[in-house]
């Protein structure tokens, strides 16, 4: 029997983190293209990727700071491109889309419900702020909900899936959006293989502990039973710990510094640090690295000379 591959996600800067938490946090196109290339090359099969605005950092929709640095990517390395459709809870669903819909990329991220996001935590931990929309960023999750109704996923199913052949990084945060999920796939309107990524330690969504992640585990395979792979992320110092259980358990991984910054006990450099130390981790476990044309394989995706950039 031929070992199992374990797919590597890297998300290479996200929305969840500002500039001022961290000096190693990509937000120009040149950093982003720099970051993702050298994550690939350490083992990621997958980059995740959002954009950010190069003035100043804050997280932007902007299509045209997307293709400074998508195209980059995609010539140095053959990774599997995954386009946000979450963005920023605070952006509109037609902003979320406009970069995805104008690349038309092998795969993006969709989240499986509204829930409240909640990143007003992180203003405890005092610290200098770089720029003023940091603080006022995060106080606005307190009371914004993060909008995801069934006909935004329906929108995104036909528009994206459907019109462009883009498959979906289907981002669960609570065993109700695993339900959700099931529901598209009953109307025919997904498919098999699904890659459900089980999203833990999110405040407004479900907890990062193992006991969540059994339970998230065995709710998909009640639902879906052979007909998808799961991914693990979770949050901050929850990161490292839960993903290498995910492994063990028969799942894949996801790192990088939208989900957390520190590498041990030390803030990461680089993406391609983190993704170095699951791959340590996987090595240790005896399972092998999926490589990019075999996480095609397993997720069905169309190749990435199908794309619009």
């Excluded at 500039?19 to 997958?46: C, K, N, R, W, Y």
């Excluded at 259980?245 to 590498?263: K, P, Q, T």
């Excluded at 030390?266 to 092998?288: F, H, M, P, T, W």
Aim: glycine share 8%.
């Amino acid at each position: 029997m031929a070992p199992r591959k374990v797919i590597i996600t890297c998300a290479v800067t996200g929305s969840v983190h500002t500039p001022s938490m961290s000096p190693h946090l990509p937000v120009t196109p040149d950093q982003i293209a720099a970051d993702a290339i050298a994550a690939a090359e350490a083992g990621a099969s997958i980059l995740h990727l959002h954009a950010r605005d190069p003035r100043d950092g804050r997280p932007t929709a902007d299509p045209e700071v997307f293709m400074q640095f998508l195209p980059r990517i995609k010539q140095a390395t053959d990774a599997v491109i995954n386009i946000t459709t979450g963005g920023s809870s605070l952006m509109t669903l037609d902003q979320r889309l406009a970069a995805p819909l104008r690349a038309e990329p092998e795969m993006c991220s969709l989240n499986m419900g509204s829930m409240n996001f909640a990143l007003f935590p992180m203003l405890d931990k005092p610290r200098e702020w770089q720029h003023e929309w940091e603080p006022k960023l995060l106080e606005a999750t307190r009371d914004t909900i993060f909008k995801n109704t069934f006909a935004d996923m329906e929108g995104v199913l036909e528009r994206l899936g459907k019109g462009c052949g883009t498959r979906f990084e289907f981002e669960c945060y609570d065993v109700g959006h695993l339900y959700s999920l099931a529901h598209f796939r009953d109307r025919g309107l997904v498919s098999g293989p699904l890659f459900i990524q089980f999203v833990l330690g999110i405040l407004g969504g479900i907890g990062a502990d193992p006991d969540n992640l059994v339970h998230m585990k065995r709710i998909a395979d009640k639902l879906f039973g052979d007909s998808y792979q799961f991914s693990v992320l979770a949050a901050g110092r929850s990161q490292m710990p839960l993903i290498s259980i995910a492994a063990a358990m028969g799942g894949n991984v996801r790192v990088g510094l939208e989900d957390s910054l520190y590498d041990g006990r030390q803030l990461a450099k680089s993406n391609a640090d983190q993704v170095r130390r699951i791959r340590g981790i996987l090595d240790g476990l005896s399972l092998e690295v999926a490589t990019p044309a075999e996480a095609r394989d397993m997720l069905a995706l169309k190749g990435g000379d199908r794309v619009a950039f």
